[in-house]
């Protein structure tokens, strides 16, 4: 193996990243915690359903990662993985995201033994046409539960407006008809193109024996390395720079009406640092329009205009890129003509210097807060090595970001044609406009 | 970790730990007996939240917090069970990681007891504008309740458990009280809590005992008057036949909840076996629940318990297709049933056993789930610690976790069906 130590003296960590002969990157990072904590990424999430590896296009039905994901514990013995990892206490779990599959366990020891379950499970799938169907009303159970949970419907209705053809939108489980049409060999299709150590990421944090970990890596996995997964999202143009949508009312089941602005960067070719830098020009965008601190919510909280706490969350990366703030509200029309105001002052006059910097101090301790715990820890190595991007080197590409990159960055972003505003009201307010329209 | 006595009824439960870049400080007044009351209390933790003497307004204070490295602190209270805890607690980062000469631990502490000691008043209250907003929030977020269909089954099924008792006398009746709360009945809740609640400090972090004891003890003298002793919960005993209720509701899937009673809590000799029963039953993924009504019957995504440790009640709650309500309800009795006969293999007990004992060797790298661990147990009067309570696990045999099992009495039966729009009509 190849390797690589780094020490960050600012927050007193050390991890060392290396490539596997066969491919597999693994970081790994020892620290003084009872749990362990490791998690195997694998670059195949929903975004990656339609797209072209090594050049030839493959179209997997919607929702075929996330099935994948509920079908990796199976064995060929016949024994659930939950249950190997049981015998050695380890807490295990999987999620699916856009761009990866994720696979995690938890334990205070025996963190070894509990790596070779892992990798042995999701080096060797197993599963039949009859296993497959019967996850099926499993996943559609998962996938009724989302529809009824008002958080998902508007961020998912959001997303559409702001990308409607792209696969950005698309919901990670799939849809009921996407989940019938999923076969066992549909799955062994995508685990064969995409579970290969390439295009693999192992994080792993806590107490473990380094040497020992590399033996099973070296036993389980292949000894040459397989050919690269070169992977490219269909359809194959950039994300748009401008809205589908910009102003949309939807009809949701919930009790208070919600709002959602979506914001719409730009993803492309740029290198790993200039991206890192963008991401964080675009999270001080978003602190300035949407902190507690600042003058939209402020105002918003003090005129009792949004019931509680609203949420807001920045996505850059290589296939994504946006902000999106998402709150209750009791008049959206108010809200929606205050946001343009501020919007308009943020693109105009440019972010205020006070909330510049109490937005890098922010950042800054969000930064800081993943090595309170070897499972943030593991999650930001695995995401970072992902996106190609030098841990090391967050803390200061947030402090050498100037007030003047940044509004920049603002006047492109806040410009009206990137601006998705979403108003979601109740299915009673839908009743009522159409009793009213009818008279 | 180490508990000290500040004053009797203020204690201070000191842990050294070096690990973190951040450190935390808490204090939570704990209100039972007579000074449990629901809408009091839950409105007091908001208002509180509007701002200080010196921070007027949310913006000021979360400007003053962002200040600080984004020092977080945390006011909002919760019930467990009868009891409503305020708490007051601050995270800030350590100023060894922070560019330059920064300090914030003062700083940030300081913000705390401003929230604690000097909150935002007007002619002696609280402001009035403060207060009906807050009312106007706690009153939406009760309409807004059913959205999270999850919660909303569990919370229903409770009030079915312990009807009549004061966890869900004040619970049905919350909407009528805070209605009729006033700046200055929620103020004088505040002056009582303040004088008579017994006080739980917790602290994680490089700071001595004996230092941070000198410094409260002279913080905290606005404190030092008699306190309450804490009221514990009453276990009351389960119904003759288990009571069903259901409620329609627009949507996509169907909640089922099945509410036992137990008489078990956390102070009781048998709940390290009671703590095998729930894992053995449903809180992992080789458990009874998920193994069976899940993963072979594929009767739900989830299935998934919550146990009120001062209560003695346990509510499973599975998101179902209503076509199978009476299939999961039936599929969740005979797994109790197997547990209740010992109907439960040598290795799922070990593997639960494990499994169990490294959750609470975890929690010594989690200090807001170490303070949870504490604090319940100061509520039902458990001394164990993580440790202690491990070994027990490990020394439980399996009769007696099927002894464990047989106290669990069916006593209510919740379901919250979700129709189409239509069908809702007609059957409410």
Aim: hydrophobic residues 35%; proline residues 4%; aromatic residues 10%.
């Amino acid at each position: 193996m190849t390797n690589r130590t780094v020490y960050m003296p600012d927050v007193d960590e050390r991890y060392t990243v290396m490539t596997h002969r066969s491919g597999l990157t693994v970081c790994l990072s020892n620290k003084d915690f009872n749990t362990s904590y490791a998690v195997l990424g694998v670059g195949f999430g929903s975004l990656f359903e339609n797209c072209a590896v090594n050049g030839k296009v493959y179209t997997f039905p919607d929702g075929t990662a996330h099935f994948l994901e509920h079908k990796m514990f199976e064995n060929p013995d016949g024994e659930d993985t939950f249950l190997k990892f049981s015998r050695v206490g380890a807490e295990a779990n999987a999620y699916t995201g856009p761009e990866q599959t994720c696979y995690l366990f938890s334990l205070p020891d025996h963190t070894e033994d509990a790596l070779e379950i892992l990798m042995k499970s999701i080096l060797s799938p197993f599963f039949t046409q009859k296993s497959v169907n019967s996850e099926k009303s499993i996943v559609i159970e998962e996938l009724k539960m989302y529809r009824d949970d008002p958080e998902e419907t508007v961020r998912n209705a959001l997303l559409h407006a702001m990308y409607k053809n792209n696969r950005v939108q698309k919901n990670i489980c799939g849809t009921v008809t996407s989940v019938k049409r999923i076969t066992a060999e549909s799955l062994f299709e995508a685990y064969n193109l995409f579970y290969t150590p390439s295009n693999m990421v192992l994080s792993l944090c806590g107490k473990f024996d380094k040497e020992k970990v590399c033996t099973i890596l070296d036993r389980l996995l292949p000894a040459c390395p397989a050919a690269p997964c070169a992977k490219t999202v269909l359809p194959k143009e950039h994300l748009p720079c401008r809205c589908f949508k910009n102003r949309v009312t939807v009809y949701e089941n919930i009790s208070i009406p919600a709002v959602a602005v979506g914001i719409m960067g730009t993803t492309g070719k740029t290198g790993a640092e200039e991206r890192l830098k963008r991401f964080y020009a675009m999270c001080l965008i978003a602190h300035a329009l949407f902190s507690r601190s600042g003058e939209f919510v402020s105002g918003l909280v003090k005129d009792n205009l949004i019931p509680d706490d609203p949420s807001y969350e920045t996505v850059h990366n290589a296939y994504r890129s946006y902000i999106v703030f998402e709150s209750s509200a009791y008049d959206p029309k108010e809200f929606f003509r205050r946001f343009d105001l501020c919007a308009r002052k943020i693109r105009t006059e440019g972010i205020a210097k006070l909330d510049f910097e109490r937005g890098k101090k922010a950042l800054y301790a969000d930064f800081l807060e993943n090595f309170n715990s070897s499972e943030g820890c593991a999650h930001l190595y695995l995401s970072d090595l992902f996106e190609e991007l030098d841990t090391a080197k967050t803390g200061r590409c947030i402090f050498s970001l100037s007030l003047e990159e940044v509004n920049a960055s603002a006047r492109e972003l806040l410009s009206d044609d990137r601006l998705c505003r979403l108003t979601a009201l109740s299915l009673e307010q839908k009743k009522s406009k159409e009793r009213n329209t009818f008279k | 970790m180490e508990r000290i006595v500040l004053y009797p009824g203020i204690h201070l439960n000191h842990f050294k730990d070096t690990r973190f870049k951040y450190e935390s400080f808490s204090m939570n007044f704990i209100c039972s007996g007579p000074l449990y009351d629901l809408a009091s209390a839950s409105l007091l933790s908001a208002i509180l939240g509007c701002g200080t003497a010196n921070h007027p307004t949310d913006a000021e204070m979360a400007g003053a917090l962002l200040d600080l490295y984004s020092a977080g602190i945390g006011i909002r209270g919760y019930s467990e069970g009868e009891t409503f805890i305020q708490p007051f607690s601050v995270t800030s980062c350590k100023d060894r990681y922070l560019p330059g000469k920064t300090t914030v631990r003062t700083q940030a502490r300081e913000l705390l007891f401003e929230y604690v000691f000097s909150p935002y008043t007007e002619g002696g209250i609280f402001k009035k504008e403060y207060t009906e907003q807050q009312k106007r929030n706690k009153l939406d977020l009760l309409i807004a309740e059913k959205d999270n269909r999850q919660l909303y089954a569990i919370k229903k099924c409770c009030q079915m458990l312990c009807a009549g008792e004061p966890m869900a006398a004040f619970s049905e009746r919350l909407e009528k009280d805070l209605k009729k709360a006033t700046p200055r009945s929620v103020f004088s809740f505040y002056t009582s809590m303040l004088e008579s609640a017994p006080v739980e400090i917790f602290y994680f972090g490089d700071q001595s005992a004996e230092e941070l004891k000198d410094f409260l003890c002279a913080k905290l003298l606005p404190l030092f008057h008699p306190k309450q002793e804490i009221t514990r919960d009453q276990i009351s005993l389960p119904k003759n036949m288990p009571q069903r209720k259901r409620e329609y509701i627009r949507g996509n899937q169907s909640v089922l909840c099945v509410g036992f009673k137990t008489p078990i809590t956390r102070n009781d000799e048998r709940y390290a076996a009671f703590c095998l029963v729930r894992e053995i039953l449903c809180d992992s993924p080789i458990s009874l629940l998920f193994t069976n009504v899940r993963e072979k019957l594929g009767l739900c995504y989830y299935c998934s318990p919550v146990f009120f440790p001062t209560k003695g009640m346990y509510v499973l709650s599975a998101g179902i297709d209503k076509k199978n309500t009476e299939a999961t309800e039936n599929a969740i009795l005979l797994e109790v049933e197997r547990m209740k006969s010992g109907d439960f293999s040598a290795e799922l007990l070990e593997s639960c056993k494990k499994s169990l004992v490294n959750v609470l060797k975890e929690l010594d790298d989690n200090p807001a789930q170490k303070e949870d661990w504490y604090l319940r147990g100061i509520l039902t009067g458990d001394t164990l610690s993580p440790t202690e309570l491990s070994e027990k696990i490990m020394k439980t045999a399996a009769e007696e976790v099927a002894n464990a099992a047989r106290t669990l009495t069916v006593d209510s039966i919740f379901l919250l069906c979700a129709v189409k729009e239509h069908q809702k009509e007609v059957l409410s």
